[in-house]
């Protein structure tokens, strides 16, 4: 079983709708997540992160974090074209510099 | 602020030769840096882990004597691919972090990559 899993799409959504991308992770014992949006040929920059239980909303992006049943996820209200890229979920399992496990990434694409 | 910076930005080279690549943070102290590899439509694999001043943290597979990793100071560490092959055609990315960084308190900040290609 994969540390952490995700569709790996392709996902397409029109725009203006809601995008829905999921994320589940293996250990228990994880702490931090992480959603990553990354752009072709680009590095990764982090739209959110979230460490308790229930929704965290940060504009037109809700992170929302299910710990009990190991599920993570990313609601992107009124998708605009520019929201085209590639989300990658990460986990880490303590606070502190410790490194970071990315699933395989969504790759989401928002129909005009 | 927190901005991660990363030279070359693209690398061709022969088979054999040994490829060096830099990860600077510009305006903060990095206390530890991370060295990813991905390969096309693929997710992030860690490399290793570095802290300033100490010998890196490899990851299961990732052989040691191949790619080689300084972290000299809290400012910069260097992956160098030794006798590189084309396999090792990929994009590194680094990151680099310090205790109670960004307000997610661990982020770790991403330089832009450097893609490799090995003919």
């Known amino acids: 079983q994969k540390e952490v899993e995700q569709n790996s799409g392709p996902l397409s959504v029109p725009e203006g709708a809601i995008a829905s991308l999921n994320c589940t992770y293996s250990d228990r014992g994880s702490q931090s997540f992480f959603w990553y949006r990354q752009y072709s040929g680009k590095s990764p920059e982090l739209i959110m992160f979230i460490y308790s239980n229930g929704d965290k909303e940060d504009g037109r992006f809700t992170a929302q974090l299910n710990k009990a049943s190991q599920y993570v996820s990313l609601l992107i209200r009124d998708s605009q074209p520019s929201d085209s890229a590639t989300y990658l979920c990460?986990?880490?399992?303590?606070?502190?510099?410790?490194?970071?496990?990315f699933g395989t990434g969504t790759r989401l694409t928002i129909i005009p | 602020g927190a901005v991660v910076s990363q030279h070359p930005s693209r690398v061709i080279c022969k088979s054999g030769t040994s490829v060096k690549i830099e990860c600077r943070s510009l305006d903060f102290q990095a206390t530890t840096m991370f060295w990813y590899r991905q390969f096309p439509k693929q997710s992030l694999m860690l490399m290793a882990t570095?802290?300033?001043?100490?010998?890196?943290?490899?990851e299961q597979g990732v052989e040691k004597d191949k790619f080689l990793i300084n972290h000299a100071s809290l400012t910069l560490s260097t992956l160098t691919v030794t006798s590189a092959h084309p396999e090792d055609s990929s994009f590194y990315i680094c990151s680099a972090s310090f205790e109670g960084a960004g307000e997610a308190r661990n982020e770790q900040f991403f330089g832009p990559g450097t893609r490799l290609t090995v003919l």
């Open positions: 990460a986990v880490n399992i303590n606070f502190g510099n410790e490194k970071l496990t």
């Open positions: 570095s802290n300033e001043g100490s010998k890196a943290t490899y």
